[in-house]
């Protein structure tokens, strides 16, 4: 599960839908494993104004990764800047979980993840 992913990941709890507390969900003991795959600048531009900058900086200090900026680039300045265009490539497209589990703040419902797939089927008593 690449990590770009989690920024569109929220907890299916039906009581979590109200709650802001249930995104982003939060990596708990995770295996990374990094692909290399060929840099696409087009695609990060694409990519940037629809992420939850905040979210996915929380990601990436929870899995030990190297501390993003305090506010999203904008595609004019990621183009300027190559470093920080390999480094967001290398978090969003490149950084995967392979094995753990992600967890809501909200409820405390564990998400596993086995061969880089999150299991989102909910228990009975949780639908």
């Known amino acids: 599960m690449k990590l770009l992913t989690l920024n569109f990941?929220?907890?299916?709890?039906?009581?979590?839908?109200?709650?802001?507390?249930?995104?982003?969900?939060?990596?708990?003991?995770?295996?990374?494993?990094?692909?290399?795959?060929?840099?696409?600048?087009?695609?990060?531009?694409?990519?940037?104004?629809?992420?939850?900058?905040?979210?996915?900086?929380?990601?990436?200090?929870?899995?030990?990764?190297?501390t993003l900026p305090e506010n999203a680039p904008s595609p004019e300045s990621l183009a300027e800047n190559e470093q920080l265009t390999k480094d967001l490539h290398s978090l969003l497209l490149e950084t995967q979980i392979s094995e753990g589990a992600l967890v809501c703040a909200n409820c405390g419902h564990e998400y596993a993840i086995k061969e880089g797939?999150?299991?989102?089927?909910?228990?009975?008593?949780l639908v």
Request: aromatic letters at 4%; hydrophobic letters at 45%; a positive charge.
């Open 9 to 66: 990941l929220t907890c299916a709890v039906k009581t979590c839908k109200s709650s802001s507390a249930s995104f982003p969900l939060h990596p708990k003991n995770c295996e990374l494993v990094s692909d290399t795959l060929a840099p696409n600048p087009k695609l990060l531009a694409n990519i940037l104004p629809r992420l939850d900058w905040a979210a996915l900086s929380t990601i990436a200090l929870e899995l030990n990764l190297p």
């Open 117 to 125: 797939i999150a299991n989102f089927l909910l228990p009975n008593h």
